[in-house]
């Protein structure tokens, strides 16, 4: 029986690895949940789950909280996430909170000792020196939720020790993919919020359209497999089928391939190094009949190369690259700006805010406002 922890349990990837602990209840048992204002999503859960503690980051005061579900420890703000973290018995923590919060939980899971199953981008993207370098120290690897580092992670169990040359990053190009320039710097919210594989959030579908998500995850990808950007290739894969590659020296390249569903990447975390029954079938080759694999176009979507720029510039670069994104991302949804100024604002903030420092949590803060400043200016 593995005990687990889920941060940001009423999101996305919070209510998908809840139903694979609901499949295998031999297996996990659930003694903390968080969420951030979805507090009826959550109450349901822990009525359903019974953890020892449950948390609602954006608060609640004891009155609020059902006769029922009074059995488990309730806390707020913070100090939630901090004891959901760090301050149960559960051996996995898994961090799916959206945003830099994420860094704090990862670095107090890995502090105590837990394996962390990292669902958030942030941590790494903005701290991936300090996560990397603790998890080093504390001897737990983390464990890539994210689909294309869970299969470079996959691939990498079959390499026998070997390093990759290379990896191979796929990218479905999203739903602007075909379009020309013009007609993409008018893109409207709704149009960027039409995926055609993956069903996520709000934000991260933006990304996706602006392929924001795949310079953020070659920052991913550079502190999870340790290997520099100029050897992470995009290769755009507009069906999702493959998930990512690794190449070896010897020309041989290995892939992960299955259908477009988050489950698989959860249970492997989840269960590594087995594997589960996710309830996803493999995808049907022969249905499929042909992947297509194209090179991504740098002048339509410049966010990838700003990322290669924002790791080649070091520092806090990848925090401002990521926390302008976000303010430029909150100010298009709301139609304050076209969808071409997202990456005009991300190089600005750039431009602005070169040579910051991220030598720690508190620097890599600082950096965050400061850049958010600037896109909102
Ligand atoms: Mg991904």
Redesign the pocket.
Known sequence: MKKIAILGSTGSIGTQALDICRRHPDRYRVVALTARGSRDKLFDQVREFRPEMAGLTEGIDSSEIPEDLKFCRWMTGKEALKAAAAETDAEQVLVSIVGIAGLQSVMDALEAGKQVLLANKEALVTGGHLVTDMARRKGKPILPV????SAIFQCLQAAGGNRPEKILLTASGGPFRTWDRERIEKATPAEALKHPNWNMGAKITVDSASMF?KGL?IMEARWLFDMPEDRIQVVVHPESIVHSAVVFRDGAVLAQLGLPDMRVPIGYAMAYPERLETGVKEPDLFALGSLTFTEPDEEKFPALRLAREALRAGGAACTVFNGANEEAVAAFLREEIPFGEIARRVEKALEALAGLKADSIGEIMDADRKAREIVRK
């Open positions: 994210d689909s294309e580092h998500n995850e």
